[in-house]
């Protein structure tokens, strides 16, 4: 099993920053892919920035990139989200999600087998 806690959420003005922070444990030598999904109230679940545990691969939403970075500390077994410039319509519940398996889109919701329990992101005008 891995366990997933997320922190670093707030309420930010536009233009803003904030990081995202996921300490990982359990039974984490096997993870492929670990990343960060959002959802707003009404809408369904968005993949938003991914990294490959074996390779220096990282995916965005082309939403976020160039203001969002996604990093990992292996030796502290964390995960951040770097967002600067923020804007309102990333105002959402942000998760951290980690799954074993491949064969599907890094960014689709159903590959990943953990997730944490979220952390919320206010962005006002």
């Known amino acids: 099993q891995v366990q997933l806690v997320e922190s670093g959420g707030g309420s930010v003005q536009t233009g803003g920053s904030l990081r995202l922070s996921c300490e990982v444990s359990g039974y984490s030598y096997s993870i492929l892919y670990m990343g960060w999904f959002r959802q707003a109230p009404g809408k369904e679940r968005e993949g938003v920035a991914f990294?490959?545990?074996?390779?220096?691969?990282?995916w965005y939403d082309p939403s976020v990139k160039g203001r969002f970075t996604i990093s990992q500390d292996n030796a502290k077994n964390m995960l951040y989200l770097q967002m600067n410039s923020l804007k309102p319509e990333d105002t959402a519940m942000y998760y951290c999600?980690?799954?074993?398996?491949?064969?599907?889109?890094?960014?689709?919701?159903?590959?990943?087998?953990?997730w944490g329990q979220g952390t919320q992101v206010t962005v006002s005008s």
């Open positions: 999600a980690a799954t074993r398996r491949s064969g599907g889109a890094v960014y689709a919701p159903s590959l990943y087998d953990y």
């Open positions: 990294i490959w545990q074996r390779r220096t691969n990282t």
